[in-house]
């Protein structure tokens, strides 16, 4: 039985080691902590709660939903995870069962046929809907588990309709900056508009012309629109409520169709000196079996490390900030006055790291678009060396 | 592994939602916003451009204006040294012919003098020799043909009175 459970828990940990790994350096000493306690109440570690199947994790929760005092009654690893993932609906407070969301449609594609209804429908989980469960990583799956038909998910998600709103906030601000500036031909912009010029006229002279040359002006508005929706939404995902809040940017999905569109984009402006060189370079003919493959790796790995680089930083970032607010929670497990005593120093340096993501909401934003830029503009380069 | 793994539905609106972003950034907000920016630029270079043009024109037209006011100086230093000199040349002629005159005068009046001397010598010479016969007459009548060679002492007198008065 000992074995039997050691095996099933490495098999689980194993699986979620991936999902673990950017939480852990965090969480790992808070979970120490929160974990030694527990095992003298309980018995139990989180872990072994997070690893329990569906129906005895719902049952778990259930049994702490109201109980904020129960020793196993936060978990700063799950509900980290449950932060910065995405989800079918939008959690606006309370947990558990109590929890008020924004349901968001769900829109699933099967061999059946396209099904649209709204996530309420599952009840966070508990209740199948139309053939259809969540599981407990919020994954809409069958409700029959011995189907494996594949099911399309193109529900609108909590990260879908971040991405909604954070474009047209976007499409409106820059259309209504575009009417000033028809409007007032040749005057100096004004209010917001300041604001947004400098970095335009930043990501132009500074960026876009020194490392792509004479035709940087056609990649403008691919440059700009990079930059500025991923600032917006890196500075809408730090919005701790509504319409911010989601981990937009921070998602491997949204920043793996940016770096997709930065790879096509570099691939259709590669001229004949940017082929030659990855296939015809300047070395003995001998060494292309070393070569080659390195130049074609370089080029799937240029977009890649863009796709991590926004994905990882952003993701830590909210990893962060979640984790020192958790000391609050994990302190308050082991005792409410010392819960008290941690929370100012816990927000202090939640406060910190917000306004340090501030910082990195630019940063990244400017770092992608000047590397797409830098990979652009050795894609067009004229001369060859 | 969630997190790491993109979801379909999300690479889908997000390939949706960023080809439209891009549109519509590119067609209606990118595009008018450089090139206003691109007008801006370009009227605040040539502006410029005209500013340093206008300044150098006006350094030229400065530059000929000095000229000039120069060139009027010469003008006019020149102007009042033909006028000294002529008014030194009107003065001189003027001295001259009024000396000239004077000169002419004097002559004319020393003439006159020398004239009317000889006039009056002569006169006077008529009169003493008329004086003198009324006085030889005198004489005479007191001693007439008294004594003719005391006349003649008398007229030879006279004589040489007369040379030595025309003398």
């Known amino acids: ?385 | 592994m969630q997190l790491v793994t993109p979801a379909i539905g999300l690479v889908f609106w997000m390939l949706v939602t960023f080809s439209i972003l891009l549109f519509i950034l590119k067609k209606f907000a990118w595009g008018p916003i450089l090139g206003s920016i691109k007008d801006r630029e370009d009227s605040i270079n040539q502006s410029l451009s005209q500013a340093e043009q206008a300044r150098n024109e006006m350094a030229k037209l400065q530059g000929e204006n000095e000229q000039l006011l120069a060139q009027a100086r010469q003008e006019r230093d020149a102007m009042l040294k033909e006028a000294r000199e002529m008014k030194e040349k009107i003065v001189g002629d003027a001295k001259s012919s009024a000396e000239e005159e004077a000169k002419k005068v004097m002559a004319r009046a020393s003439d006159e003098i020398n004239k009317q001397k000889s006039a009056a010598m002569d006169e006077l010479k008529k009169e003493i020799a008329s004086f003198s016969v009324q006085i030889a007459e005198k004489l005479l009548a007191e001693s007439l043909s008294n004594n003719e060679a005391q006349q003649k002492l008398i007229s030879h007198h006279l004589n040489e009175l007369t040379q030595k008065a025309q003398a």
Not at chain 1, 253 to 281: C, D, E, Q, R
């Open chain 1, 1 to 385: 039985m000992k074995m039997q459970s050691t095996e099933n828990q490495c098999t689980s940990v194993g699986v979620r080691f991936g999902k673990f790994v950017f939480a852990l350096f965090l969480t790992l000493f808070f979970n120490n902590v929160g974990i030694a306690n527990d095992n003298h109440s309980s018995n139990t570690n989180s872990e072994d709660v997070e690893h329990h199947d569906a129906e005895s994790h719902e049952a778990s929760t259930h049994e702490h939903a109201g109980s904020h005092e129960a020793a196993k009654g936060f978990e700063p690893g799950k509900m980290i995870m449950e932060h910065i993932a995405d989800a079918h609906d939008w959690h606006l407070w309370g947990e558990g069962d109590h929890s008020v969301s924004i349901p968001l449609p769900v829109i699933l594609y099967t061999s059946e046929g396209l099904s649209v209804f709204s996530s309420s429908n599952f009840h966070h989980g508990h209740s199948p809907y139309n053939g259809f469960k969540l599981n407990h990583e919020g994954v809409v799956t069958w409700e029959d588990e011995t189907k494996t038909d594949v099911i399309y998910d193109l529900s609108i998600t909590k990260n879908v309709l971040a991405l909604f709103i954070g474009s047209i906030f976007l499409i409106v601000l820059v259309i209504k900056m575009a009417r000033h500036y028809a409007a007032n031909t040749g005057k100096a912009p004004k209010g917001i508009y300041n604001l947004i010029e400098p970095l335009i006229l930043f990501l132009r002279d500074d960026i876009a012309r020194p490392t792509i040359g004479k035709k940087a002006d056609n990649y403008m508005s691919l440059l700009l629109s990079i930059f500025f929706f991923i600032f917006t939404l890196n500075l809408f995902g730090l919005i701790p409520v509504f319409p911010g809040g989601a981990n937009v940017t921070g998602n491997i999905s949204v920043t793996m169709v940016l770096a997709l569109v930065v790879f096509i984009t570099v691939t259709i402006s590669g001229n004949k000196y940017y082929w030659k060189h990855i296939f015809m370079p300047d070395v003995p003919v001998w060494m292309y079996v070393i070569i080659i493959p390195i130049e074609i790796l370089g080029v799937v790995l240029k977009p890649f490390v863009l796709m991590l680089r926004l994905f990882a930083n952003i993701t830590a970032g909210h990893i962060i900030i979640l984790g020192f607010f958790s000391l609050i929670f994990i302190f308050g497990n082991m005792n409410a006055g010392l819960g008290y005593a941690v929370s100012p120093l816990s927000v202090a340096f939640t406060l910190f790291m917000s306004v340090l993501e501030l910082l990195v909401a630019f940063l990244q934003a400017f770092v992608f678009t000047l590397l797409s830029s830098i990979y652009i503009g050795m894609a067009v380069e004229e001369h060859h060396h």
